[in-house]
């Protein structure tokens, strides 16, 4: 989700930071580091960096380019060990926060990908975030444990940042031809529908979509009239619209940079 979203606002002309905060690195084989394990300075190092001297311009030696407006972070097995010290390290939860704060004004969108735990990485995350969009596959254990991230959320707003906002609750994996997705849908809408907000696109189920994690092409390489691009450039639109940047993006868009 966060390659989709990141290359389609890369695609409209905006500059973007993509960050893995998961130890498998899938987002770096994604973008074609195919070996994330041999790189010298991954997250995790940026995360030690920041331990040792929060000023540390060598932390922005991690960033990959993937082309003109994508660059990224890659993560690798060693981020599993960081997150281990993290949460033995006092105030181990400002270090990605520290690290945005030496580069945020040259990136338009800086996307934080979060691993499936609710470890000190996502911890991280969301204290250094300014919004968070919930991705929930339609299936129903899924849809369920929405409330402990949201419990964590409003912990995190509550002692380190109060500003966190909520963008929304994606439903992705969807196929409406079957009943499970259509019951879990209504189930998020009737929780949720009304106190955070289902946002108005579906990610659907796609085997095609499947291609993405073999390879490094976006889907709109893949597969740009098909129906998970055509969810995915309406994902775009409305994080454009909700984050404040829309006339900008009509601006591009006019006069031929998207």
């Known amino acids: 989700m966060v390659l989709c979203l990141g290359a389609g606002l890369a695609d409209r002309g905006k500059n973007v930071l993509l960050a893995d905060l998961d130890a498998q690195g899938s987002l770096g084989i994604s973008l074609g580091c195919d ?20 000023d540390s311009t060598d932390a922005v030696r991690g960033i990959l380019s993937h082309s003109e407006h994508l660059h990224y972070v890659a993560a690798n097995r060693k981020m599993a060990f960081a997150e281990e010290k993290l949460s033995q390290t006092e105030g181990g939860e400002q270090f990605l926060k520290r690290f945005l704060s030496l580069i945020g004004t040259e990136y338009d969108y800086i996307l934080l990908d ?7 990485a996502t ?6 975030a300014d919004q968070v969009l919930i991705p929930v596959q339609a299936e129903y254990l899924a849809a ?3 409330e402990q991230l949201l419990q964590t959320v409003v912990h995190i707003r509550r002692r380190a940042n109060p500003d966190l906002g909520i963008l929304g609750i994606l439903p992705s994996m969807v196929n409406p031809k079957t009943r499970d997705s259509r019951k879990v849908l209504q189930l998020l809408e009737d929780t949720y529908g009304s106190s955070i907000g289902i946002l108005p696109c579906r990610i659907p189920y796609s085997v095609r979509a499947k291609e993405l994690s073999s390879g490094t092409k976006s889907i709109y390489e893949l597969d740009r009239n098909g129906k998970v691009a055509a969810a995915y450039e309406q ?24």
């Open 235 to 258: 994902l775009v639109d409305i994080v454009l619209k909700m984050t404040g940047t829309a006339a900008d993006h009509k601006a591009d868009k006019e006069g031929g940079s998207a």
């Open 123 to 128: 911890v991280n995350a969301l204290v250094a």
């Open 114 to 120: 979060c691993p499936p735990a609710l470890g000190m």
């Open 35 to 54: 070996y994330p394990e041999k790189l010298p300075v991954t997250m995790a190092e940026i995360f030690q960096m920041m331990e040792q001297s929060p």
């Open 144 to 146: 369920k444990g929405l």
